[in-house]
């Protein structure tokens, strides 16, 4: 059974950084593109990041290029998404995911491909 675990999730004034981590088991995580999505209150569940079974590949939302960066590691099972200079609109429940094949996907079509997530990690920004 796929389990997918966030944590790191909080309360924030803009401009701040914080790092959520999502720890994964019952896969072989690191043959599994890993990707990050956030859902605000009233909106619809939209992609944040991605990254290749490697990490060597990453892909990102242009809301947040520049300021998250989306990083794993194999060892742990773990993936990670820094977030930096972080605004009130961030403001989301971040999940973590995995798609339902294994092995290198285009990373832009991984949010087509999800059929796992995570509980999810609530991000709060205050002005």
């Known amino acids: 059974q796929v389990q997918l675990v966030e944590s790191g999730g909080g309360l924030v004034q803009a401009g701040g950084s914080l790092r959520l981590s999502c720890a994964a088991s019952g896969l072989p995580f690191s043959m599994y593109a890993m990707g990050w999505f956030r859902q605000a209150p009233g909106k619809e569940r939209d992609f944040v990041a991605a990254?290749?079974?490697?990490?060597?590949?990453?892909y990102y939302a242009d809301s947040v290029k520049g300021r998250f960066t989306i990083s794993r590691d194999n060892a742990k099972n773990t993936v990670y998404l820094q977030m930096n200079s972080l605004k009130p609109e961030d403001t989301a429940v971040y999940y973590c995911a995995a798609p339902n094949r294994l092995g290198s996907v285009p990373l832009p079509l991984l949010r087509n491909m999800i059929d796992t997530w995570g509980q999810g990690t609530q991000v709060t920004v205050s002005s």
């Open positions: 990254a290749s079974p490697s990490g060597g590949n990453t």
